[in-house]
């Protein structure tokens, strides 16, 4: 599915202007036809005073060309000085060509933010295309903990984001429901089971699950079964048990997922690879060995590993090498089971056989060493035509107030995800585990996400939303209409060529770069770039209110002048709805008031 039709936001309004410049020059014969251009960006230069606008067109199409970039830049800038948008052009350095737009731009772009609404930013550069996200995908062995709750926010905001961009996303969740780990989940419940059935059964045994979270799986068995298990074999009841054990695990995720607003779209269960009458592992190793890309052999023993841990067997093993892995992976254990690489060569295949050519997986920090494996593997079941982008998430320091947070007596050995939503709310736990980039370790402080202050991301972004919707209230003397419908409505007629003062001019700036950061951050899948987006702007805005408290020409309504006062409040207007545009791709509720 499409993305909703928009006009073009400034920046790509500017770059179709430097594409139409260069197709002018090439008909000049300056430049060859035909110049692939996707190279050619238009971005805010990175130091302000430079201008409005930067490109890189001369540096990245002198090559081509045959001409130095410097040159080509005076070119360029020669026919970019006649637009009838641009007031200034400079040619810098190498070859740089920063623009300073004519001010008529910056109030076409708020015009844009108040024609579009909360729509504003929303983009079709996804044109469709179809993406896997896979988050979350936690062993259902037992409730998430708060570094589960990081992955699980980033992969939800990132899926929200790359919709909002115009991609077609499914969200997934792989239920590892057929390792070694989930038969400990089976012993540890069937144990719980004989303490629901009256029997004292004392310390819970090493390499077991301790927590009481158990307990109730162990009331459900004693329900439905009685006595009748204690009279089976393990063989018998294993099955049975960890059937059981992972339905209320599961359960149990999905609640604690809900409760930060987290809905995955798919939940695709390892077993089913290998269960049902038909063994999609298997099928997908004969397939890569009817590539070349299966063998039987040997692996040199691994760098650094004591002999004695060395099994040196003939074994089945995948061509990962061809595909830019460092060493060749084994697909099956010496038992003749497949090793979780195989499940998950074959698990990524049904995700190409289901018409996802592009996939993204949100992975713990443990994982990282796993990733070339997986990709190689991908590269080959899909004939180069699927691609992988995993996204490590690193850990998360739990303090307050500076000092780490003691273990959850529910879990037996972690804070939970649950806990940490229930004690400081899920916008907080949403916000503050994006306010950092997903591969950096991020200190969550309990105490301080839940401070009213600057210093706290989210009360800060939430508060400027607010803040808005109270200076509407205040603004009585012009008549505002109270529907949010009917006051954007009202506002779209505002003058708005009266705000000149140039923190007003700067503000509306950085509304006209919302779109360009949604479309950076969707390619780059990258959300904490929307976060940090939305405190700038927050800033800017707080800090224009807080001006016109020193300088009373400045403030938002003005006494006896209804036409300014309505063209700031047009201003207010967009940036009340690019707040509530950033916070609802995070999944972050932009309030009316604070409480």
């Not at 990733?371 to 690193?394: F, P, Y």
């Not at 009266?498 to 950076?520: F, G, H, K, N, W």
Request: proline share 5%.
């Amino acid at each position: 599915m499409t993305a909703p039709s928009q006009p073009p936001h400034l920046f790509a309004d500017v770059l179709s202007r430097v594409h139409a410049v260069c197709a002018a020059l090439a008909g000049e014969g300056a430049l060859p036809a035909g110049l692939d251009l996707s190279r050619v960006v238009v971005e805010p230069p990175r130091d302000p005073s430079h201008g409005d606008m930067a490109t890189n067109a001369a540096m990245v199409l002198a090559k081509d060309a045959k001409a130095k970039p410097r040159e080509l830049a005076e070119r360029i800038a020669a026919h970019l000085r006649a637009d009838p948008l641009v007031e200034k052009v400079d040619v810098a350095g190498p070859g740089f060509i920063n623009l300073t737009l004519k001010t008529s731009a910056w109030f076409g772009a708020l015009r844009s933010v108040l024609d579009q609404g909360d729509g504003y930013g929303r983009s079709r550069i996804g044109a469709g295309e179809k993406v896997n996200v896979e988050y979350v995908s936690a062993n259902p062995t037992g409730p998430m903990h708060v570094g589960h709750c990081r992955g699980a926010v980033f992969g939800d905001a990132l899926a929200s984001l790359l919709a909002f961009a115009g991609y077609d996303v499914t969200k997934e969740y792989y239920i590892n429901d057929a390792g070694a780990q989930v038969d400990v989940l089976a012993r540890s419940a069937f144990l719980r089971y004989r303490e629901a059935l009256g029997e004292t059964i004392g310390e819970i045994p090493e390499g077991l699950y301790p927590g009481d979270y158990l307990k109730p799986v162990g009331e459900a068995l004693a329900k439905e079964y009685g006595d009748a298990l204690l009279k089976q074999s393990e063989a018998e009841w294993l099955p049975v048990v960890r059937a059981t054990a992972i339905a209320m695990m599961m359960d149990m995720i999905k609640g604690d997922l809900v409760a930060l607003n987290i809905r995955h779209d798919v939940f695709f269960s390892e077993r089913s690879l290998i269960e049902g009458g038909t063994d999609r592992v298997g099928a997908t190793i004969d397939e890569l060995r009817a590539r070349g890309d299966v063998y039987e052999g040997r692996l040199p023993p691994p760098k650094g590993a004591p002999v004695e841990d060395y099994e040196d067997r003939e074994q089945t093993l995948f061509r990962a090498t061809a595909f830019g892995d460092d060493v060749d992976r084994p697909l099956k254990k010496s038992d003749g089971s497949y090793t979780y690489f195989a499940s998950d060569i074959a698990y990524h295949k049904t995700k190409f056989d289901r018409g996802f050519h592009t996939m993204v997986d949100v992975w713990g920090a443990d994982h990282g060493g796993y990733i070339k494996r997986v990709q190689a593997a991908i590269k080959a079941v899909t004939g180069g035509k699927g691609t992988l982008d995993v996204k490590i998430v690193q850990l998360v320091k739990l303090l307050r107030n500076g000092e780490p947070v003691k273990m959850s007596k529910r879990s037996g050995d972690f804070v939970t995800l649950r806990e940490v939503v229930d004690e400081v709310g899920s916008d907080a736990t949403r916000f503050m585990m994006l306010f950092r980039k997903n591969d950096a370790v991020l200190d969550f402080d309990l105490a301080k996400v839940i401070e009213q202050s600057k210093d706290n991301a989210v009360f800060y972004v939430q508060y400027g939303h607010a803040r808005g919707h109270s200076i509407f209230k205040n603004a009585r003397e012009v008549s505002l209409p109270e529907d949010a419908a009917a006051r954007a409505a009202f506002l779209r007629g505002a003058n708005i060529e009266r705000l000149s003062d140039p923190v007003e001019l700067s503000l509306i700036r950085q509304l006209a770069v919302y779109p360009r950061v949604v479309e950076a951050a969707a390619l780059a899948h990258e959300p904490h770039r929307i976060a940090f987006y939305l405190y700038d702007l927050a800033s800017e805005f707080h800090a224009l209110w807080t001006k016109g408290r020193d300088l009373p020409h400045l403030r938002f309504i003005i006494q006896n002048d209804a036409e300014i006062t309505i063209a700031r409040l047009a201003l207010v207007q967009g940036v009340v709805s690019v707040l509530a545009s950033g916070l609802a791709v995070l999944g972050v509720h932009a309030p009316d008031e604070m409480r």
